[in-house]
C-alpha cells in the first residue's frame, strides 16, 4: 500500500497527546483503522483516550491489554471506538478470531501493537508511532522492574515524539495543526524492496 502522508510533531505532555487524539478524531470515521506502535508507557492509549474524548464515547478508555478488545459506543451520532491491544497476540490468525472486520465498518479501529499484524484488516490506514526518550530502561517490555516503575510514574510527563503516516487514497494530503509534513515518498511494498 502506498504511503500518501507522513507528518511529525512533538508532544510536551500527556495532555498534549490526548489533544491530538482529539484532533485526529475531529477527521476519522467508520471505517477507518488507526496502528498505534510505541514503547511501554510512550503515550499509545493516552493517545485513545483523546480520539476518544474526540468521537465521543461512552465508558472510560483504558489500555485493554487483559482484555484484548473493548468496545466504546457512541453518545451521539457518532462511530463507536473499537480498541484493541495486540501485544498477546502471535499470528493473522489470532487477530480473524477476534472478528474485528465484523465491527470495522461502523466503528473507528485503534491498535496497538498491531504493526505487522491488521494492516490487511483494512484498504486505508494511520500509522502513529509514539517515542519518547528516557534516561533509565530501554521501554521495552522485557525493562527490569525498576526501569517499568520509572516509566510508569512519567506517563504523564516527557516530550514525545509523534509520527504519522497515511497509507492509501483516504489519508492523501493528510494535515494537523502544529505538524509537519514530511516527504509523502512511496513505502517499500514489501520487505525486498528496501535492499538495494
Given at each position: 500500500m502506498e504511503r500518501t502522508s507522513h507528518l511529525t510533531t512533538d508532544l510536551p505532555d500527556a495532555d498534549s497527546t490526548r489533544a491530538l487524539g482529539r484532533a485526529l478524531a475531529g477527521l476519522l470515521q467508520p471505517g477507518d483503522l488507526v496502528m498505534l506502535t510505541g514503547d511501554l508507557g510512550a503515550g499509545k492509549t493516552t493517545l485513545t483516550q483523546g480520539i476518544g474524548s474526540g468521537l465521543d464515547v461512552r465508558g472510560q478508555v483504558a489500555s485493554p491489554t487483559f482484555v484484548i478488545a473493548r468496545v466504546h459506543p457512541p453518545l451521539g451520532d457518532g462511530p463507536a471506538l473499537v480498541h484493541v491491544d495486540a501485544y498477546r497476540l502471535g499470528s493473522l490468525e489470532e487477530v480473524d478470531a477476534l472478528d474485528l472486520d465484523a465491527s470495522l465498518e461502523e466503528s473507528v479501529?485503534?491498535?496497538?501493537?498491531?504493526?505487522?499484524?491488521?494492516?490487511?484488516?483494512?484498504?486505508?490506514?494511520?500509522?502513529?508511532?509514539?517515542?519518547?526518550?528516557?534516561?533509565?530502561?530501554?521501554?521495552?517490555?522485557?525493562?527490569?522492574?525498576?526501569?517499568?516503575?520509572?516509566?510508569?510514574?512519567?506517563?504523564?510527563?516527557?516530550?514525545?515524539?509523534?509520527?504519522?503516516?497515511?497509507?492509501?487514497?483516504?489519508?492523501?494530503?493528510?494535515?494537523?495543526?502544529?505538524?509537519?509534513?514530511?516527504?509523502?515518498?512511496?513505502?517499500?511494498a514489501d520487505p525486498a524492496e528496501s535492499v538495494g
Open positions: 479501529t485503534v491498535v496497538e501493537w498491531g504493526r505487522g499484524l491488521v494492516e490487511s484488516i483494512a484498504r486505508d490506514r494511520l500509522e502513529v508511532t509514539i517515542s519518547r526518550p528516557r534516561g533509565t530502561g530501554d521501554g521495552t517490555a522485557e525493562a527490569s522492574a525498576e526501569a517499568l516503575d520509572a516509566i510508569l510514574e512519567d506517563a504523564e510527563t516527557g516530550t514525545r515524539q509523534v509520527t504519522i503516516e497515511g497509507f492509501g487514497a483516504r489519508w492523501a494530503g493528510l494535515d494537523l495543526p502544529g505538524a509537519t509534513a514530511l516527504e509523502p515518498t512511496r513505502a517499500p
